[in-house]
Structure formats: structure tokens, C-alpha cells
């Protein structure tokens, strides 16, 4: 017996999920979303990307106080951490966001069910009380089915989580004080981000990576400058070198490691970063067809999976684990249900962004990549030590690359390390987008003094002639 009947239910109100459910409200759609916490916004509102950054910002500003001197500037007494302060702050921050979430689902007339989402078939979804197993309280009819589930924690088989000694990226948000040393296995995104906070605050870090470069998906230019950069602040970095196992101590956990230069360590706290897993089982894929490879379900360029009807986005499908991937995606796929015109996501466009200090950004072809497709690769950089806006900021590390290729002039990809290089990388985004040249980019006329104007310098360097550099 049904008791709802909607022209799209979606399961997750992560920014997949969310995101989607507003643009269907939008379009007029009538849509209910499922959500199995007691709070709206999923894995990158409340257990990654604003709690982590918002713990970022506030390591930044410690860092900013202790270099108070360098701008004339004095703070009477030694700066310290209130870290019960700290934590507040990011929560705050979170149910802020969560709640204008809620506001902005009621404002589009979205109907929200809290409970266990899973599929009964291609166009029902029955809500389950307290889990997969739980009680069926709703069954919602739908003439489309969104799957925006996410992901969780991967775990480790030598190092399986206890919450306690060994961490995942959810455990590490909730400390309650500062540890004094912490080894860091994964040194992706979430591992130097998590690597970089600590150290900030005081911790003794050890940063372990199984291939030879941090950020290994980044140009490999901008990985080996963030591993000097963490080098240089102290962060002892293991690239080349996998967790062999870990054993919890009475003062920590003693951790194997294996590779270049085998060794154990004893850290007070062990975070295992190596990655997410998608959220694809107890969900009802069974009873559809659909098709599911190691945990991801197999869409087409829509979105749509292998049975009519019913979508997936965001982590658990194989795309960029990426908040504003799994947006973009929720969004074409509503449009597209309403009948709007719309066009693929434009995966070779998506910007990366790291929030680590310094931060690292990108977006399009590595060198390495350009190379290999067969471009006649051009190269411009420009390093933020020749900025008079990085100068006067005090972060004059890092730089803005460039790949070019020298044929088309097209822009191939863009790479920065250094200060707010994650904004940065908009413009970069944008060309690529408009399919823009080189030149266009060197006619640009960029504000002075800028960090922007790095990006014209390096256009200017692709052919052998930036000013300041």
C-alpha cells in the first residue's frame, strides 16, 4: 500500500542528494528525499569537507597569530589553543549550513523522510526504521529513483578502526584534545589535510604514502613541492611506504611500516586515510537492474543506470569523489528528468582542491598526461615569489603552472600550489571551459596587485616571456 506518489524520490541528502532534490523543486518536480541520519547535508557537511576546513581555518589563524611579529604586530602573552573552543566552532559552523539546508528543502516544498532508504523494485522505495533490516514505516512510488548514498570510511585490514587508538577521517574530527604525535596513512586530500591541521596545532606528524609522490593524482611538480613544503614544517614525510600493521600500546599504537626503509613507529594516534568505499549494499540493488562493480553502481553518461528509471550520483557511482561532481550531477540528472535540454558532466573539467597549508589546486591535464596523449606540450609557471601579492601576505611559496600545447596554443591544464590557490583555480576552470587559448589568456587584463596576475605571468612564461620573473 502506498502512501506517497512522486515524480523523483531521492535516497542521500548528501550534496548529491540535496542539491538535486532543490533543483527538482525548482522545475516543479514533486520529490521526496530520504535521509537516514537525523540531519540533512551527508558526509561532506558533517563528517569532511566543512568540518574539515572549518578546522583549517582556525589552524590557520593560529598560524597567523605565532607570525604576528613578522607584520609589526604584538599579542601580548603566549597564543594557546582552546581546543573545547575549536570544536564548538566547527559545530556551530555545521548546524548553521544544516539548517539552511532544511530551510531551503522546505522553501522548494521537497518532503523529507528520515529512515533507511532501499529500493523494492524500479519504482518504489520502502523507508526502513533504524537500518536496512528496521521496520518498513513509508513506501514512496516514484516515476524516478535517485541513488545518492555516498560513501564511508575504507578500512584497512591490519589496521581495522576502533574509534579510540585507530581513526578514520570521521573519528579524527571528534578528538577531544590535541594528540602529540599521529601517524597519517594516505597522504590524499584527506590525509594532508588532516596531516597539516595537527601539525599546526602542535602535533608531531608522520605522513605515510604507498606511491612515490603526496597528491598522487596532482602534477607531479605540484606533489613534490607540497612534500617540501610539509618537509619544511616539520611533518616527516614516508613516500614509497606501506602500513604493515599496527598494534595498540598502553601509551599509543606501534605502527609497521614497510618500503623505503622499513621501520616501526609510536605515535599516540594512528589515522588510516586510504580512501572511501561506496554506500551500494543493503540499498536494494538486488531488486532492480542494476549493474554493481567492486561496490560502484554502472551508469551511462546520464547517470542512468542499466534499469530505466532509476539514477545514480555522487560516490557511488566511478566518478571524482567530489562534492560538487556529486552537484552537478544531481542537478543534470533532474533537468533531464524534467525535460530539460542538458549536456553530460564535464568530468576533464572538474577542479581539484586540496585545503592543506599550502593549498594545491588544479584542473585539467598533468604534464605527465599531456605528454602522453600526444600534445606538443608548452610549459608556463610563475611562482609566487615574484608576486608583490603574496609579498605583502606573507606566503610567497608555491606557483601557478601552466600546460599549454604549443600547436593549438589551447590550455591543456592549469596547476598551483601556494596561497588560496583553491580560489585561484576558478579562472582556470573557466578557461578550459570556453575552450580558451594562451594568448586570450595573456590579453586578459588582470587587476594589480593581484594573486591573479600569477596567472597571467605563467600564460606569459608558456612562451619565454613573463614580466616579473
Keep these: 500500500m502506498s502512501d506517497g506518489t512522486f515524480d523523483v524520490v531521492i535516497v542521500g541528502s548528501g550534496p548529491g542528494g540535496y542539491v538535486a532534490a532543490i533543483r527538482a523543486g525548482q522545475l516543479g518536480l514533486k520529490t521526496a528525499l530520504v535521509e537516514r541520519d537525523p540531519f540533512l547535508g551527508g558526509t561532506c557537511l558533517h563528517r569532511g569537507c566543512i568540518p574539515t576546513k572549518a578546522l583549517l581555518e582556525n589552524a590557520s589563524r593560529y598560524r597567523d597569530l605565532l607570525h604576528a611579529g613578522e607584520f609589526g604586530l604584538r599579542v601580548p602573552g603566549a597564543v594557546e589553543v582552546d581546543w573545547a573552543r575549536v570544536q564548538d566552532r566547527k559545530r556551530g559552523v555545521v548546524q548553521q549550513l544544516a539548517g539552511g539546508i532544511k530551510g531551503l528543502l522546505r522553501k522548494q516544498k521537497v518532503e523529507v523522510v528520515t529512515g533507511w532508504g532501499r529500493i523494492d523494485g524500479p519504482r518504489t522505495v520502502r523507508v526502513h526504521a533504524g537500518g536496512p533490516d528496521g521496520e518498513a514505516v513509508r513506501t514512496l512510488e516514484a516515476r524516478h529513483i535517485v541513488v545518492a548514498t555516498g560513501s564511508v570510511p575504507r578500512v584497512v585490514p591490519t589496521a581495522p578502526f576502533d574509534g579510540e587508538r585507530v581513526l578514520s577521517s570521521d573519528h579524527v574530527l571528534e578528538l577531544g584534545s590535541i594528540p602529540r604525535s599521529m601517524a597519517v596513512i594516505g597522504a590524499g586530500a584527506v590525509g594532508v589535510e588532516f596531516a597539516s591541521i595537527y601539525r599546526d596545532f602542535g602535533t608531531e606528524v608522520t605522513l605515510v604514502e604507498a606511491l612515490p609522490h603526496l597528491l598522487p593524482i596532482e602534477d607531479e611538480e605540484a606533489s613534490a613541492e607540497l612534500g617540501k613544503a610539509f618537509a619544511k614544517r616539520g611533518i616527516a614525510v614516508r613516500t614509497n611506504t606501506k602500513l604493515a600493521g599496527a598494534v595498540r600500546t ?162 591543456l591544464g592549469v596547476h598551483i600550489v601556494g596561497y588560496k590557490a583553491t580560489e585561484l583555480i576558478a579562472e582556470a576552470v573557466a578557461v578550459l571551459r570556453l575552450e580558451g587559448t594562451v594568448e586570450e589568456l595573456i590579453q586578459t587584463i588582470h587587476a594589480h596587485p593581484t594573486l591573479s596576475e600569477s596567472m597571467h605571468e605563467a600564460a606569459h612564461a608558456v612562451y619565454g616571456h613573463a614580466i616579473h620573473y
Design 250 to 411: 598502553d601509551a599509543g599504537v606501534r605502527v609497521a611500516l614497510e618500503g623505503e626503509g622499513t621501520a616501526e613507529i609510536e605515535v599516540d594516534l594512528l589515522l588510516v586515510a586510504i580512501g572511501r568505499a561506496p554506500v551500494s549494499e543493503g540499498i536494494g540493488l538486488e531488486s532492480v537492474n542494476v549493474q554493481v562493480d567492486r561496490g560502484y553502481i554502472q551508469v551511462d553518461e546520464w547517470c542512468e543506470t542499466s534499469e530505466p528509471g532509476v539514477h545514480a550520483i555522487g560516490d557511488v557511482i566511478p566518478t571524482p569523489w567530489l562534492a560538487h561532481v556529486a552537484s552537478m550531477e544531481g542537478v543534470m540528472v533532474v533537468e533531464r528528468i524534467a525535460g530539460r535540454d542538458v549536456r553530460p558532466v564535464p568530468y576533464d573539467e572538474t577542479p581539484n582542491c586540496t585545503y592543506c597549508d599550502p593549498e594545491v589546486a588544479s584542473v585539467g591535464l598533468t604534464e605527465k598526461r599531456a605528454r602522453e596523449a600526444g600534445h606538443d606540450v608548452k610549459v608556463g609557471k610563475f611562482p609566487f615569489l615574484a608576486s608583490g601579492r603574496a609579498k605583502i601576505a606573507g606566503h610567497t611559496g608555491g606557483f601557478v603552472k601552466i600546460v599549454a600545447d604549443g600547436r593549438y596554443d589551447a590550455v
